[in-house]
């Protein structure tokens, strides 16, 4: 057995069945916490918000291209088709 610990000053027994049953330490099952269901929503709802703002994305970049077109076509001389 070892004389000093660390923390308290007191003895530090090996951890052994026969020193447990003298400390009066039994295992307890561990209790897993169950998380709420509603979290499963969050991946998925992370999924749908990237591929809105994708999509958004696009048709956003698209208005842009499709005014800058029809500067450079105003430049050019060319008219709008329709």
Known sequence: MCSSNI????NIFPLTEENLDLLEITPQPLTLKSLPDWLVLFPALFVALTFANTFIQVKWEQRIERKEKEVRDARAGRKKAF
């Open 7 to 10: 923390t308290s000053g007191g």
